[in-house]
């Protein structure tokens, strides 16, 4: 009965999903964090690799930022944006403390490839990823008066320039008449055996031989170029968001890699866990980006959740979580829920017909928050798939209060891709969560908050209501 469903799709290999924490991967403990460093001057900071200091005020500025961002340090950088980078300026990518520092982590920082553009105020530099070597491009604007304040800042992915790809590479990457209909015929395979809605699944193959049909992919030579065009397509019949189609370098972490792999993988994004630290009155925040497979976290789980078991409330921070094992969803709500078991969810698999069902443990290392004290679960527009499950769950059960906005909508579980040919994959989804309370999930709509505000306020509103619940609770036992 407690089995635990296939597990999904970890994290997406590209920069803008690989999860992380803080660069300097230690959680934040009860004491406020430390007064900011002094911001570093732009000029100075030009003198990263590729960027000469001094060139230009954008150049200048361009390099203080990406030492700032190489170097992880939480305050230097939240100092270095305060008095230079207005986080509203920048791409969504970068668009907060939180979500700069999980990129950090998931690409290990940027090198300098090359300058695309240059003059006195706008910049667009080419970056390679140190980790996994992918590629993104930059572009940023700064005002004409000193001292050279950010205007602009994006940041996106590519694919890999021609001049760095190896001839390996460049040769997988070419595609003809052949190889784009044998690339369709595998994802037409894919769909078939796997996805878990069969009546969606011949849409998507009847879209995709239609748009074949009329030679809408005929001059897409290049790997990039057919999967974006097919991922389109995939999205507007699907609307699933779980359904990709990929091409490039494998994701760091696969179930056959080495046990010594896997671990260092999961030490780099600090086990799946932001900060964790305690605000005033007593009251613990846990923030969680990613949940990676039980088998290399439950440790960590077990010290991370520890820390924060005396707290008189919890906030559980899901604002940037996109998702990972349901098990470990499991592993984390056992914390928040007493000893005796409860069924947080169930998963109907499309390939068997069996629905399995999802508990919370009897037993757990370290300690227990538990199920009486007050549970607070902060949410956006950009968590998704196991974030999603987590706070769907909690919500349902009557366990947490969610604060923010409603979540990104995407329920269907994948697992392992569908390797079609040399560098090309599609994720399935397989099956499809099946509430106990509501008998149904969040697919396409989403997680409702119970407190709606705007995620950036979100934090804020679960600790003043979390102080006013420990109050009325404190009066409450005090009366006679």
């Given at each position: 009965?407690?089995?635990?469903?296939?597990?999904r799709n970890?994290?997406?290999?590209?920069?803008?999903?690989?999860?992380?924490?803080?660069?300097?991967?230690?959680?934040?403990?009860?004491?406020?964090?430390?007064?900011?460093?002094?911001?570093?001057?732009?000029?100075?900071?030009?003198q990263?690799?590729?960027?000469?200091?001094?060139?230009?005020?954008?150049?200048?500025?361009?390099?203080?930022?990406?030492?700032?961002?190489?170097?992880?340090?939480?305050?230097?950088?939240?100092?270095?944006?305060?008095?230079?980078?207005?986080?509203?300026?920048?791409?969504?990518?970068?668009?907060?403390?939180?979500?700069?520092?999980r990129?950090?982590?998931?690409t290990?920082?940027?090198?300098?490839?090359?300058?695309?553009?240059?003059?006195?105020?706008?910049?667009?530099?080419?970056?390679?990823?140190?980790?996994?070597?992918?590629?993104?491009?930059?572009?940023?604007?700064?005002?004409?008066?000193?001292?050279?304040?950010?205007?602009?800042?994006?940041?996106?992915?590519?694919?890999?320039?021609?001049?760095?790809?190896?001839?390996?590479?460049?040769a997988a990457s070419?595609?003809?008449?052949?190889?784009?209909r044998?690339?369709?015929?595998?994802?037409?395979?894919?769909?078939?055996?796997q996805?878990?809605?069969?009546?969606?699944?011949?849409?998507?193959?009847g879209a995709?031989?239609?748009?074949?049909?009329?030679?809408?992919?005929?001059?897409?030579?290049?790997?990039?170029?057919?999967?974006?065009?097919v991922?389109?397509?995939?999205?507007?019949?699907?609307?699933?968001?779980?359904?990709?189609?990929?091409?490039?370098?494998?994701?760091?972490?696969?179930?056959?890699?080495?046990?010594?792999?896997?671990?260092?993988?999961?030490?780099?994004?600090?086990?799946?866990?932001?900060?964790?630290?305690?605000?005033?009155?007593?009251?613990?925040?846990?923030?969680?980006?990613?949940?990676?497979?039980?088998?290399?976290?439950?440790?960590?789980?077990a010290?991370?959740?520890?820390?924060?078991?005396?707290?008189?409330?919890?906030?559980?921070?899901?604002?940037?979580?996109?998702?990972?094992?349901?098990?470990?969803?499991a592993?984390?709500?056992?914390?928040?829920?007493?000893?005796?078991?409860?069924?947080?969810?169930?998963?109907?698999?499309?390939?068997?017909?069996?629905?399995?069902?999802?508990?919370?443990?009897?037993?757990?290392?370290?300690?227990?928050?538990?199920?009486?004290?007050?549970?607070?679960?902060?949410?956006?527009?950009?968590?998704?798939?196991?974030?999603?499950?987590?706070?769907?769950?909690?919500?349902?059960?009557?366990?947490?209060?969610?604060?923010?906005?409603?979540?990104?909508?995407?329920?269907?579980?994948?697992?392992?891709?569908?390797?079609?040919?040399?560098?090309?994959?599609?994720?399935?989804?397989?099956?499809?969560?099946?509430?106990?309370?509501?008998?149904?999930n969040?697919?396409?709509?989403?997680?409702?908050?119970?407190?709606?505000?705007?995620?950036?306020?979100?934090?804020?509103?679960?600790?003043?209501?979390?102080?006013?619940?420990?109050?009325?609770?404190?009066?409450?036992?005090a009366?006679?």
């Amino acid at each position: 009965m407690r089995d635990r469903p296939a597990p999904r799709n970890l994290l997406p290999g590209s920069l803008l999903c690989l999860a992380g924490l803080t660069a300097n991967g230690g959680c934040r403990t009860a004491a406020p964090p430390p007064a900011p460093a002094p911001p570093p001057a732009a000029a100075p900071a030009g003198q990263a690799r590729g960027l000469p200091s001094g060139e230009t005020p954008a150049a200048a500025q361009f390099a203080a930022w990406l030492a700032a961002f190489n170097a992880g340090d939480r305050s230097a950088l939240a100092a270095y944006h305060q008095q230079y980078l207005p986080y509203d300026v920048a791409s969504e990518v970068v668009g907060s403390i939180d979500r700069e520092l999980r990129l950090r982590l998931g690409t290990g920082g940027f090198e300098p490839a090359r300058r695309e553009q240059a003059s006195a105020n706008r910049v667009v530099v080419l970056l390679k990823e140190r980790k996994m070597g992918g590629f993104a491009r930059a572009t940023m604007e700064v005002q004409a008066a000193p001292p050279h304040r950010v205007s602009r800042l994006t940041l996106e992915k590519i694919p890999t320039p021609d001049e760095f790809l190896t001839a390996d590479e460049r040769a997988a990457s070419q595609l003809d008449a052949a190889r784009r209909r044998r690339l369709l015929d595998g994802i037409a395979r894919a769909l078939r055996a796997q996805y878990v809605f069969p009546e969606v699944a011949e849409r998507v193959i009847g879209a995709l031989d239609e748009a074949a049909g009329r030679g809408a992919f005929d001059s897409l030579d290049r790997g990039p170029a057919f999967v974006a065009a097919v991922s389109k397509l995939l999205r507007e019949v699907s609307h699933d968001g779980h359904l990709r189609f990929e091409f490039g370098r494998k994701p760091p972490f696969r179930a056959e890699s080495p046990r010594d792999e896997q671990m260092k993988w999961g030490r780099d994004l600090n086990f799946g866990f932001g900060v964790i630290e305690r605000l005033p009155g007593n009251v613990a925040r846990v923030q969680i980006f990613a949940f990676l497979p039980p088998e290399l976290v439950r440790e960590a789980i077990a010290d991370f959740m520890t820390r924060v078991a005396d707290a008189d409330a919890l906030i559980i921070d899901l604002r940037e979580n996109h998702g990972g094992t349901p098990a470990t969803v499991a592993l984390v709500a056992s914390y928040l829920f007493e000893p005796p078991p409860v069924n947080l969810n169930d998963m109907f698999m499309r390939q068997t017909g069996a629905t399995i069902e999802s508990w919370t443990l009897p037993q757990v290392a370290g300690t227990r928050f538990g199920g009486e004290r007050p549970l607070y679960v902060l949410t956006s527009k950009g968590t998704f798939s196991g974030g999603e499950e987590l706070a769907y769950d909690l919500k349902c059960l009557r366990r947490a209060q969610l604060i923010g906005e409603t979540t990104g909508g995407g329920a269907n579980p994948t697992g392992p891709p569908n390797e079609l040919d040399d560098g090309f994959r599609i994720f399935v989804p397989w099956g499809r969560p099946i509430n106990p309370v509501t008998k149904t999930n969040w697919e396409g709509v989403g997680v409702t908050p119970d407190v709606s505000v705007p995620a950036s306020a979100a934090l804020e509103e679960a600790h003043r209501r979390a102080l006013q619940e420990i109050t009325r609770r404190k009066q409450t036992s005090a009366k006679p």
